[in-house]
């Protein structure tokens, strides 16, 4: 699941579960007074959504997921029905949709459909065979509707969230996303020691092609320069557009030996590819790997540099920051 549709998601149970907990505040007190089992039921759930909107409005995790809202809500709905019969069905309309919207579909569903089916034959025992048919087929009614409009809304997530970490012309991800990613990849040899390096490249003398064969050239050297390096690198690996002709892959599980190796056979796998037809075109490579509590910026500002010391050398070539070399000459 993407970063935006998780946080919708969790967005929607939030809401939910405080509109949930201040709406039957003033229901739990009639209750008390006129039904004391009902109304003890009622404040068990009512602190239950408040203390589940707190945990979500402070960014804390939820055991099931937020699965205990809905069950909390269901709750709600089948001691209502069991209690006050008729009255009871009206509150299990109100569910429907708030499944679809706090679950991912592939739960969503198959939990509507249980939902549907126990409040169907509670129905059936409060208010009779007949009227319960009728609140089957609404109750199905107004899933499928609601499943739809979810669907509709999830896939119009996903499509902005992609749009916000994806580069539109080369297809690979963004400068934004980039420091996402390597504030996890730190995150995790913080905490558990896993390594990660990072390739710095671009084409060689491509002022040159945008000069000579107009820019709109320039940018399928780009894209095919892209296509060819996202093909070979590993599913675990990473490419971003960091800027104008600039890329970085980042490389998990890689200490900088490695992610030289990788930079080397993809500067022989672009020098041997026909990127613009008539054109024999070059890349440079430079590669650092990453350091305890070392600043991202610093990370690719010492790749940076070795791609600069590579041109330097007569480009066509990848290049080890200098931190790294020295690092694996005593290691070696």
Partial sequence: MLAGERARRRAVMRNMSLAAGFVLVPFTLVNLQNDFRMGMANVLIVVGFFIIGLMLTRGKPL???????LVLAACVTAMSIIRQHQIGVYWSFVLIPAIHFALPRKT?????IIYIIVISGLSA??????????????????????GFFAAKVEKHQNMLSALAIIDPL?????????????DDAAQQHTRYGVPFSVIVYD????????????HETGDLALQELCRI?????????????????????????????K????????????????????????????????????ASNDLIRR???ALYEAKRLGRNRAHLAARDRRSTSVTS
């Fill in 259 to 294: 992610a030289l190796e990788v930079a080397k056979d993809l500067i022989e796998i672009i020098s041997k590819s026909e990127i613009i037809p008539n054109r024999k075109l070059t890349m440079s490579c430079g590669v650092s790997e990453y350091r305890a509590k070392e």
């Fill in 63 to 69: 055991p099931f997921d937020g699965a205990e809202i």
């Fill in 125 to 146: 025992q409060a208010v009779g065979v007949s009227d319960a048919i009728r609140i089957f087929c609404a109750l199905g009614l107004s899933s499928w509707i609601s």
């Fill in 203 to 214: 084409l060689d003398h491509f002022k040159k092609v945008n000069d000579e064969l107009g």
């Fill in 170 to 182: 080369t297809e690979t991800y963004n400068r934004r996303h980039l420091e996402q990613m390597m």
């Fill in 303 to 305: 790749a940076d540099e």
């Fill in 108 to 112: 969503a569903t198959p939990a509507n």
């Fill in 229 to 257: 390096v996202c093909a070979r690198v590993r599913k675990t690996d990473v490419v971003f557009r960091y800027g104008g002709e600039e890329f970085v892959i980042l490389l998990r599980h890689t200490k900088a030996d």
